[in-house]
């Protein structure tokens, strides 16, 4: 049996393979930004711990406690807010940093 190879030559400059390549950049992009939204798993990334011996859950990223059968009920208002209220201060953080602003 005889396999024969073909050897196909691209013109790099044509519209179709300026066309990949952005494809290409743009699924790495993508790629990158969903592994940095969903981290390794590891135990150190963990967000909340509910104890039900002690009635509390703690959200280690607010480094707060709510107790814990209110907040199975439903009642998790002010850990919303307090989740809110942190993105938003990380957010004029960034910000401020892009603009140049002194940080005090």
């Known amino acids: 049996m005889l396999i024969s190879t073909i050897l196909v030559s691209f013109d790099h400059s044509s519209p179709c393979h300026r066309y990949e390549i952005k494809v290409r950049e743009q699924q790495e992009r993508i790629r990158n930004q969903r592994k940095l939204q969903v981290g390794t798993g590891a135990r150190a990334e963990k967000i909340?711990?509910?104890?039900?011996?002690?009635?509390?859950?703690?959200?280690?990223?607010?480094?707060?406690?709510?107790?814990?059968?209110?907040?199975?009920?439903?009642?998790?208002?002010?850990?919303?807010?307090?989740?809110?209220?942190?993105?938003?201060?990380?957010?004029?953080?960034?910000?401020?940093?892009?603009?140049?602003?002194?940080?005090?």
Do not use: W
């Open 48 to 104: 909340r711990t509910y104890n039900y011996k002690d009635n509390r859950v703690t959200d280690h990223r607010l480094k707060m406690n709510f107790e814990l059968t209110s907040f199975l009920d439903g009642n998790i208002e002010n850990a919303v807010q307090a989740c809110s209220a942190m993105e938003q201060k990380e957010l004029l953080e960034e910000l401020a940093e892009s603009v140049g602003a002194p940080s005090g």
